[in-house]
């Protein structure tokens, strides 16, 4: 049963904007904070954005300013809207659980975001 799909994926240039979009399965996102996490190419996964269940928000130094994350409850999903991108913030986007419950059940596919220079 899938219950992360993320999308948005993309080529940007640099400055530009996007804006992924992720739905959960409904008691995922009923029961959690909800966060963007992203792996660049040879990196680890990293923390990018948290969505409280009462909609309070946490981000990221390198993203602060830049991103937003919003959630959106009559649907099931989560957004992170991203803008003046970066080449590093090129990346698989996923979103998931926040916290330590990220480590429950699987992660998504993950979404790609390129950003050229």
């Known amino acids: 049963q899938v219950q992360l799909v993320e999308s948005g994926e993309g080529l940007v240039q640099a400055g530009g904007s996007r804006r992924l979009s992720c739905v959960a399965s409904?008691?995922?996102?009923?029961?959690?904070?909800m966060a963007w996490y992203r792996q660049a190419p040879g990196k680890q996964r990293e923390w990018v954005a948290t969505?409280?269940?009462?909609?309070?928000?946490n981000y990221a130094d390198s993203v602060k300013g830049r991103f937003t994350i919003s959630g959106d409850n009559a649907k099931n999903t989560v957004y992170l809207q991203m803008n003046s991108l970066k080449p590093e913030d090129t990346a698989v986007y996923y979103c998931?659980?926040?916290?330590?419950?990220?480590?429950?059940?699987?992660w998504g596919q993950g979404t790609q975001v390129t950003v050229s220079s």
């Open positions: 409904r008691i995922i996102f009923a029961l959690n904070a």
């Open positions: 969505i409280s269940r009462g909609g309070g928000t």
């Open positions: 998931n659980r926040a916290g330590p419950a990220s480590g429950i059940g699987s």
